[in-house]
């Protein structure tokens, strides 16, 4: 396998990207390899492969119509699954949370003005000036939703320079736990409890699962339940989506990240790197991979990826492997 080269991706210093990092993405390694730390134990090989090697924290991991789209220090990336040389979309980021739909990437820029740009790369819309502090970003139909504080705001994705509009107010704390929006409704992780409004921003929050024992950023959803991830403590819950119901989803393992598709929910832990349940059955399968720290995850209808740290050093990368692997 080509190992990285030595320039790394140099930070953004006052919004302006180092020179030493303008061809940063040049000394990536972007084929599909055999990942070298592919275990191969009593479960067999994972048939995991690399995407892309040789990168620093590369975070908010999403797989949207076979292209691969995450964020690092130096910008919003994306790249075709099957492995290519990346397109930097932005140099300019100023979080790790963006959203993907079939035209176009959204995220928040170093001025705190949400943007929009092709998926392909291109030139940026300013769709708000200043949103404040993101902490999460989330589409549904034309618009898109995002939280900055203890609010929960809205605005069209099609707007230049619009006037958001508040989901609805008196939530009592930051919403530090997530964000999750449906075509009905938002809900917001607070306080370790997980309230719910009107998405069009025409009622009140409510208290649909109270004392949900949340920790950062770690509420999800199937399109069908709440999934709320206790990841210090290694317990996932389940509970729909008016709060009945709330029941232990998985407790083996600590949980970093979680994806779904129609038949089973996937998180990554420490060790095995992926693990999956099916939402129907209960039934677990696990990816072992030996030596790697796994980290974001994202699927589609084929395979599984995910980031990934290597136990022996800082040099991170974007690893997939096919969903028939797991045993």
Wanted: proline residues 3%; hydrophobic residues 40%; charged residues 20%.
């Amino acid at each position: 396998m080509k190992k990285a080269t030595g320039v790394r991706c140099a930070g953004i210093v006052a919004g302006v990207m180092a020179a030493a990092a303008i061809g940063c993405a040049s000394d990536w390694t972007s084929v599909a390899e055999d990942v070298p730390y592919a275990g191969t134990d009593a479960y067999g090989d994972t048939g995991a492969v690399a995407l892309l090697t040789g990168i620093q924290a590369p975070s908010s991991l999403q797989v949207d119509r076979g292209t691969v789209f995450w964020v690092t220090q130096d910008g919003l990336w994306s790249m075709p699954v099957a492995g290519a040389q990346p397109t930097r979309i932005s140099e300019s980021v100023n979080s790790h949370t963006f959203a993907v739909d079939q035209d176009f990437v959204y995220w928040e820029d170093d001025t705190d003005a949400l943007l929009r740009a092709p998926r392909s790369g291109g030139a940026s819309v300013r769709i708000v000036s200043d949103i404040g502090s993101l902490q999460d970003l989330a589409l549904w139909a034309d618009t898109v939703y995002w939280s900055s504080g203890p609010r929960v705001m809205l605005v069209s994705k099609f707007a230049t320079d619009g006037q958001p509009q508040e989901v609805s107010t008196d939530l009592p704390d930051w919403i530090s736990e997530g964000m999750v929006v449906d075509e009905h409704f938002v809900f917001a992780g607070v306080g370790g409890a997980v309230y719910r409004a009107d998405r069009a921003g025409t009622g009140d929050w409510a208290v649909v699962v109270p004392n949900a024992g949340l920790t950062s950023n770690d509420l999800f959803s199937d399109g069908t339940d709440l999934f709320l991830s206790s990841g210090g403590v290694g317990l996932v819950r389940r509970a729909s989506k008016d709060g009945a119901g709330l029941r232990v989803f998985e407790d083996q393992s600590y949980t970093i990240d979680m994806a779904f598709d129609a038949g089973w929910g996937y998180w990554t832990g420490s060790y095995p790197c992926a693990s999956r349940m099916s939402l129907q059955t209960g039934d677990t399968q696990f990816l072992r991979i030996d030596n790697l720290y796994c980290h974001e995850v994202a699927v589609d209808d084929a395979w599984i990826y995910w980031t990934a740290q290597a136990q022996s050093g800082d040099v991170q990368g974007i690893y997939r492997a096919p969903l028939t692997n797991f045993k």
